[in-house]
């Protein structure tokens, strides 16, 4: 390539696992209803992933989809991120068991642990190795299983989150070209003084895994959601200011903004905030709640399919997670 490269998302692919728990369901296990969930969050239902599902089979089915829609074969892909806080184990990364699934014998694989902002964080370091041409062609999955960390005797958290995986395939391409899906601008943030706000506190080297740590339940997560709601609603904001500004762009220019799924409340706060009708907020969080790193891919997947995404759009991706982290992007799809 004669100019420097850029990089262009060219397929979307997502997975969601089929076991669907609806509020009704949930308000058997915990004291909670669906008139509760469905007004503080938007949430009426989320997808449970099987018991022999891990987080690289549900990241395996996205990334196949996503490289059918962009066309590559298994030996294109030279670049493997998984964005995920469920790896199927501490080692090997669940990027490399998507390498052995697929086949896609000339990858480097690796994780990214960014919590929700995760997929985000991964688009922009998977970004950088293309757009330094040392790599060609990436496969971005972001993909978890959060039932295994779910406290399901803990009202308060387990009505917020799903199991599912999204993915996309991302190319360097001549910055002379065209291209569609072309990634204009990333920007990350982290505030490390607010780790305790949300985690799961066990199963790490801080605190292993013991009968009486797992009674205690520290293998779950932990949440203060009124401070986490305040603080997502605040940074997605100036992250999403500071990418289109980034980007040479302005919100009057947004065709559609994909906001990390936590809860329709701050979505709409978010819309709020930038002067966009509600209807550019794109929402899934009705069906599928909290997947964390998955939310962002399996919604631009889901707004790709359904011809939302028109040649040209400028699409802003913006998340929030726990660290606290954060990270914004815009999209000329
Ligand atoms: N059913 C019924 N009552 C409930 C439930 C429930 N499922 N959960 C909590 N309550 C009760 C509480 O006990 C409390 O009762 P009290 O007043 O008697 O103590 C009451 O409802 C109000 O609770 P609040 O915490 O004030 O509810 P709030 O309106 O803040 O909504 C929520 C809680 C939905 C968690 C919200 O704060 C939120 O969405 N936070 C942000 C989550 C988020 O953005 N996470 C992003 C990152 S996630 C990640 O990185 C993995």
Known sequence: ?????????????????????????????????????????????????????????????????????????????????????????????????????????????????AACSGFLYALQVARNFLNAGTRSTALVIGAEKLSTLVNWTDRNTCVLFGDGAGAVVIRAVDSATEAPGRVLSTIMGSDGNLVNLLRVPGGGSACPITAENIDSRLNTIHMEGKETFKHAVTRMCQ??????????????????????????????????????????AFMNVDKYGNTSAATIPVALDEANRQGRLKRGDIVLLVAFGGGFTWASSVIRW
Request: with cysteine; aromatic share 4%; net charge negative.
């Open 1 to 113: 390539m004669s100019s420097p490269c850029v990089s262009s998302i060219i397929g979307t692919g997502s997975y969601m696992p089929e076991k669907i728990l609806t509020n009704e369901e949930l308000s058997k296990i915990v004291d909670t209803s669906d008139e509760w969930i469905t007004t503080r969050t938007g949430i009426k239902e989320r997808r449970i992933a099987a018991d022999n599902q891990a987080t690289s089979d549900l990241a395996t089915a996205a990334a196949l989809r996503a490289m059918e829609s962009a066309g590559v074969k298994p030996e294109d892909i030279d670049l493997i991120v998984v964005a995920t806080v469920t790896p199927d184990m501490p080692f090997p990364s669940t990027a490399c068991f998507v390498q052995k699934n697929i086949g896609a014998s000339n990858a480097v694989c690796f994780d990214i642990s």
């Open 239 to 280: 992250a999403s200011e500071k990418a289109l500004e980034m980007a040479g762009l302005t919100k009057e220019d947004i065709s559609l903004v994909i906001p990390h799924q936590a809860n329709a409340r701050i979505i709409t706060a978010i819309a709020d905030r930038l002067d966009l009708p509600h209807e550019k």
